[in-house]
């Protein structure tokens, strides 16, 4: 096999691992793997991202579930709306995107270079809330969960378009919505996150499994190796700092964000 292949594999695990620590973040980079060192094609690896983002957080759920930390009331109010606008931006809007979106300029962006440059954005966002999220006080954990349901709503829907262009599972707008706006204790939010992530992630993949032309053997190993990665980290997350650790993967978003902007831009 060749090494760059193995490469690609061997970061799979530590997507995993990176889910398993901080509970979210890791999906931010599957897409980057996927189009960088495997060489699946950018609107093909977004649609493989929601199929290995989905199962390692259903998998990720399954903890948090058994200690009682997901809100299934909440999880469903933010799911559905996010589950229809996923579903939809996989079936029908990405499909319809141009090859040629717009030229600026000299430069013409094409439909690749426009995803993977939205991507890269997606993940500055990610960055800044990962790194400035480590000060943030953590809600009562016996506080009671109050419903903001118009706007729970709202951002389910936002975040199914997202997580449809681009693949990645939303985690780090997901958490912040549920501890905001439904009032969540920092743990429930992260347990309720991974299950709406997972639900929405896999029905999303069903919009493409019609369109695209999907390599089942690569895609089930990587996540395979995903989930391995998943109870690694959950392992090593009860030994490390968990805000030193998000603050840290932070950064290295903020840099492969800098990096993927930079590479694409150069491209054209």
Do not use: H
């Amino acid at each position: 096999m060749d090494y760059i292949v193995l490469i690609g594999f061997a970061s799979a695990v530590l997507i995993g691992v990176s889910l398993g620590l901080i509970g979210g973040g890791g999906s931010i980079l599957t897409v980057p793997v996927l189009v960088y060192i495997l060489g699946v094609e950018p609107v093909l690896a977004t649609a493989y991202s929601l199929f290995v983002v989905g199962s390692t957080s259903l998998v990720g759920s399954f903890t948090f579930m058994k200690k009682g930390l997901v809100n299934y009331k909440t999880a469903l109010v933010f799911a559905i709306p996010s589950f229809i606008a996923v579903f939809l931006t996989r079936k029908f809007l990405v499909p319809a995107l141009p090859d040629q979106l717009f030229e600026l300029g000299t430069w013409v962006i094409s439909k690749n270079i426009g995803i993977m440059i939205f991507f890269a954005l997606i993940m500055l966002a990610a960055s800044y809330s990962m790194i400035k999220g480590g000060g943030k006080k953590e809600s009562d954990e016996d506080s009671e969960v109050k419903f903001n349901i118009p706007l729970i709503a709202l951002e389910g829907m936002v975040v199914g378009v997202i997580t449809g262009i681009v693949g990645a599972g939303g985690g780090f707008l997901i958490i912040p919505a549920l501890v905001l706006l439904a009032k969540l204790p920092m743990k429930m939010a992260v347990g309720t996150s991974l299950l709406i992530i997972a639900a929405k992630s896999l029905i999303g993949f069903l919009g493409d499994v019609s369109s695209q032309t999907i390599d089942w053997k690569m895609l089930l190993i990587f996540t395979g190796l995903s989930i391995v990665g998943i109870f690694i980290g959950s392992t090593l997350s009860k030994r490390i700092n968990e805000k030193a650790l998000k603050k840290g993967f932070g950064w290295f978003v903020l840099i492969m964000g800098i990096y993927i902007i930079s590479k694409e831009l150069l491209s054209l």
